[in-house]
Structure formats: structure tokens, C-alpha cells
């Protein structure tokens, strides 16, 4: 038996096997809330052990792409407990992927009471969709002013808790891909002069708190995030290898302190193995790799003890019965013209035009 159809335990996180459904925004929630559409599509991919969601915002703010799901309302929280007891009667455990866009972003994708805002006030370049005047490039973000980011502190902590509420067994915080906790983490995007900016631990400063201030409400054995060390989405532009490796040493072993259950790698081609291997030495808790894997590197990370678990993104989408589809050999389908290259900049758009599958 492949060690991927195995039960997992460590910690206290106990799942019927060891594969992850990614987090794939689908931009199918009208008027921001959980639909019966979202609760089959997730209750017929529970093959999976843990489900992560689509990005979903904490705030209006964090919105960023159009229909994306939030939980800051009641109406949001009601509308995700029926996802979260599909999947739990289907066997499988659920982590809500909390994902703040922050500059990438439109004006017109967020509520008329809300303006896209960033570390600083640089725009990213590139194209984002919008519902009422199709591509449109990124609006100038806001730059958050100190009692701005006291806020969103507690936006953070509310939306985990409102997670909570809804039957999640925990939440991812989506640190990578380009949005607000990358745009932080990157001195070129990160132009602030206060103690958010500047070296890697104040520019580390706002994750860290932000995963403090959630463990203290819903307890860090709750808590998941994600990373892409050296990601270009989002128009991240690069700013050297060693200082990434800094960077993500310090800030995983913060998370080690804190005690959270994972780190989710979402790695591509680019990234060096090297800063793999020190995230891994420095967080004795789960890692989970992603991307570009099939069922035989994915055993085979395993079976190296290169990560706990691994994670499958575009294989879920095309296939809701993946994970009986490996388990049998039988042929995937793909997205075929649809996959969507996640290396290549301004790329992030396509991922809310994706209506296509089912
Ligand atoms: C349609 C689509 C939407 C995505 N949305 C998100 C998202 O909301 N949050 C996130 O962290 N990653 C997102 N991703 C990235 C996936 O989680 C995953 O990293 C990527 O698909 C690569 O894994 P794969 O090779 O197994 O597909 C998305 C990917 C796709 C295809």
C-alpha cells in the first residue's frame, strides 16, 4: 500500500490519508457568500484527507478578485457550516484558507466602502478581472497606517474565530503567492520606515503577530500557512537568494515557537532546494509540498520524508474523484487548454476567469 492512502498523525492532526486538496479560488460565491454549488464541489473531492478552501477574505478589503467567498459576516459563517459538515461527514478534515489580496486588486471588485491597500502605496503591474469593466491593471493600494494594521489584527482574529464558528478545523493563512503578507515580506514592495519595515524581522513582523493574535484566540494546533519562498506572482520582483533564506528561516522558526500544525510549501521550478531543507530543519511540525506533483513523486516525497503530507491542486479540479482515480489508476483528466501556469507573472487573474470545470 502507498504510503499516500495511509491514515496521518502528528500532532493533533489526524487524517484518513495523506493528501491534501490545494486552495484553488473558483470566484463562484455571488455576493461574497459559501453557495450550494461550493458545497458539493467540496464534498464530492473529500477522497482527500484535509481540504483546504479557496482563498477566502477576512474583511471586505482583502477581497481582490471578484466573487470570492469572505467570512466576516454571519451570513458568510452560515453559508460555510454547510460545506464544513458535508466534508466532516464525508470522513475528511477542512482548514479555511484566510487570503487578504492587498495591492492585487481592484477598486471595483471590493464593497463601495472599501479601497485596495498594501504595504506601501506601489502598484503592481500587471491585469486583474473585474465583473463590470473585464481586465483592468491593479489600483494604486493604500499604504496601511500603524492603527490601519491594528485593525486588520483584529479582523484576522475575528475572521479565525468566525472559522472557527463554522465548523473549520483550523485555518491556512496565505502568506505567498504575492498578496498582502508577501507584499510585506519583499523590500521592494515593503518601502515602510516604522517597525513593518525595513529588516527581515520587521518586515516578518506582521505575520508573526497576525499568527500570535490567532493562536491566543482559536489556539495555534489551529493554525496553517503557506508559503512560496522566491514566487514571482503578484509582480514580486526577486530580492536575492540568501536574504530569502533569511527571511524564511526566521519566520518558520517563529512558527515553530509558536506551536502552529503546518507550513504549506507552495513551491515552483525556481525555488532551491536548499531553502526547502531549511524550513524543514528549523519546523518540527507537518510540512505540506505542493505543486506539479503526480502520484509517483508525491510517494516519493513521502517515502524521502521530504514533507508529511502533499498537496494536489489542478488534479482536484479536473477530477472530483481523484483520490479513488489514484488509488485505481485510473487516467486523469486535465484542464487542457485551461491549466493555468502559476510561475508566470500577472498570471493570477486567470485563476477567477476558471468557470470552466467541475
Ligand atoms: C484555479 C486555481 C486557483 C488557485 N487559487 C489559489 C488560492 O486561492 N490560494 C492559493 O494558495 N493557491 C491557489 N492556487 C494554487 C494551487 O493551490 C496550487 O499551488 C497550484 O495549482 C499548483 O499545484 P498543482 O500543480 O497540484 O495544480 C490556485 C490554483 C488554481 C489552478
Known amino acids: 500500500m502507498k504510503k499516500l492512502f495511509t491514515p496521518f498523525e502528528k500532532g493533533t492532526l489526524k487524517l484518513k490519508n495523506h493528501l491534501v486538496m490545494a486552495p484553488m479560488t473558483r470566484s463562484r460565491a455571488i455576493g461574497n457568500l459559501p453557495n450550494e454549488m461550493m458545497v458539493s464541489y467540496y464534498s464530492q473531492r473529500t477522497g482527500a484527507g484535509l481540504i483546504i478552501t479557496e482563498g477566502t477574505a477576512p474583511s471586505p478589503e482583502g477581497l481582490g478578485y471578484p466573487r470570492v467567498p469572505g467570512i466576516y459576516s454571519q451570513s458568510q459563517v452560515e453559508g460555510w457550516k454547510l460545506v464544513t459538515d458535508a466534508v466532516h461527514k464525508n470522513g475528511s478534515k477542512i482548514f479555511l484558507q484566510l487570503m487578504h489580496t492587498g495591492r ?5 471588485n471590493l464593497p463601495s466602502e472599501s479601497k485596495p491597500v498594501g504595504a506601501s502605496d506601489i502598484r ?10 473585464g481586465m483592468q491593471p491593479y489600483s494604486v ?6 492603527e490601519d494594521i491594528t485593525k486588520l489584527i483584529e479582523n484576522f482574529v475575528r475572521a479565525s474565530k468566525n472559522a472557527i464558528r463554522a465548523g473549520f478545523d483550523g485555518v491556512e493563512i496565505h502568506a505567498a503567492s504575492g498578496y ?3 507584499q510585506f515580506l519583499n523590500p521592494n514592495v515593503n518601502t515602510r520606515d516604522d517597525q513593518y519595515g525595513g529588516s527581515i524581522i520587521n518586515r516578518s513582523r506582521l505575520i508573526v503577530d497576525i499568527v500570535k493574535a490567532i493562536a491566543d484566540a482559536i489556539g495555534p494546533e489551529k493554525i496553517g500557512i503557506r508559503f512560496s519562498p522566491l514566487s514571482r ?8 537568494e540568501s536574504e530569502v533564506n533569511q527571511t524564511y ?23 532551491p532546494e536548499k531553502t526547502y531543507r531549511i524550513i524543514r530543519a528549523v519546523f518540527d511540525h507537518t510540512i505540506i509540498y505542493c505543486n506539479g506533483l503526480n502520484a509517483d513523486s508525491a510517494e516519493k516525497v513521502l517515502q524521502n520524508n521530504e514533507a508529511d503530507l502533499v498537496a494536489f491542486g489542478r488534479g482536484f479540479l479536473a477530477n472530483p474523484d481523484f483520490v479513488n482515480r489514484l488509488k485505481k489508476n485510473i487516467p486523469l483528466d486535465d484542464l487542457g487548454d485551461n491549466i493555468i501556469c502559476i510561475s508566470k507573472e500577472s498570471d493570477n487573474s486567470k485563476y477567477s476567469r476558471d468557470n470552466k470545470t467541475e
Open 104 to 108: 492585487i486588486s481592484h477598486l471595483s
Open 249 to 271: 528561516t526566521y519566520l518558520s522558526s517563529e512558527m515553530n515557537q509558536i506551536g502552529i500544525a503546518y507550513i504549506h510549501l507552495s513551491t515552483n521550478p525556481d525555488i
Open 124 to 133: 503592481a503591474s500587471g491585469e486583474i478581472f473585474t465583473d463590470d469593466h
Open 141 to 146: 493600494p493604500e499604504a496601511l497606517a500603524l
Open 233 to 240: 506572482m503578484g509582480d514580486q520582483k526577486p530580492y536575492g
Open 180 to 182: 498582502l503578507f508577501e
